[in-house]
């Protein structure tokens, strides 16, 4: 059963640590998605990437978080430095070449003190 | 800014059917309607999509209008473990862009 993996599952940082967090998409997906959730702005898109190209990434704060896919079963998410208004948890989902279906992983919960 | 307003709760007897409605009036000729759902603690999940067709599968109904601005997802025998946020979205197939643009969703609540 191929799933979206994502690590770590969970991270508790410091203000100003850099984070890192990793996906790996459903092979053979060539578009791969960052989200966020929080509670008070719900699901928001951050990025999205295909064929390791990105597309859009207008969602994401550009002065202190990157995307990036290495490889093509690779995708990464760096925040720095980080901020405590930058907890929440992210996701990472994959699809198919302009697919309707987007897989979603579990989630990285990430909480900056 | 999601272009679908839901109710934001709903409650469902287990077994009963579970009928969330959403409500798209300026979907476009091109825009699909697509559900998703996000259990506690996990990432969101397909269920189902249609243009104009009512569609089945083994999660569950979608009934469009036959105007679209309107839509129903059934959940033919509600279980405990259907409780979740349910999203309704319109999206774009075959263009460009692949985005989703998740609003606030229905919570829906399965009870004993």
């Known amino acids: 059963d191929a799933r979206v993996t994502q690590t770590p599952r969970d991270k508790v940082t410091e203000m100003g640590q850099e984070v890192t967090m990793r996906c790996q998409p459903i092979?053979?997906?060539?578009?791969v998605f960052w989200y966020r959730q929080t509670m008070m702005q719900g699901l928001e898109l951050l990025a999205y990437f295909r064929n390791r190209a990105p597309l859009d990434d207008s969602g994401m704060p550009k002065d202190r978080f990157s995307a990036e896919m290495p490889d093509a079963t690779l995708a990464t998410l760096k925040i720095q430095p980080s901020e405590p208004r930058d907890s929440a948890v992210y996701f990472c989902?994959?699809?198919?070449?302009?697919?309707?279906?987007?897989?979603f992983g579990p989630g990285t919960r990430l909480l900056v003190l | 800014d999601a272009k679908t307003t839901q109710p934001p709760s709903m409650d469902c007897a287990e077994g009963r059917a579970a009928n969330l409605p959403c409500n798209h009036s300026?979907?476009?000729?091109?825009?699909?309607v697509y559900w998703y759902r996000q259990i506690h603690s996990q990432g969101p999940q397909y269920i189902i999509h249609g243009l104009k067709n009512n569609e089945t599968n083994e999660m569950a109904s979608l009934i469009i209008t036959e105007d679209r601005k309107s839509s129903t997802l059934i959940l033919p025998h509600a279980t405990l473990r259907d409780t979740a946020v349910y999203y309704c979205?319109?999206?774009?197939?075959?263009?460009?862009?692949?985005?989703?643009?998740f609003g606030t969703g229905t919570r829906l609540q399965v009870f004993p």
């Open positions: 979205i319109v999206r774009v197939d075959g263009g460009n862009t692949d985005k989703l643009i």
């Open positions: 300026t979907i476009s000729g091109n825009e699909y």
């Open positions: 092979l053979g997906h060539n578009t």
């Open positions: 989902a994959s699809g198919p070449s302009r697919g309707e279906t987007q897989y």
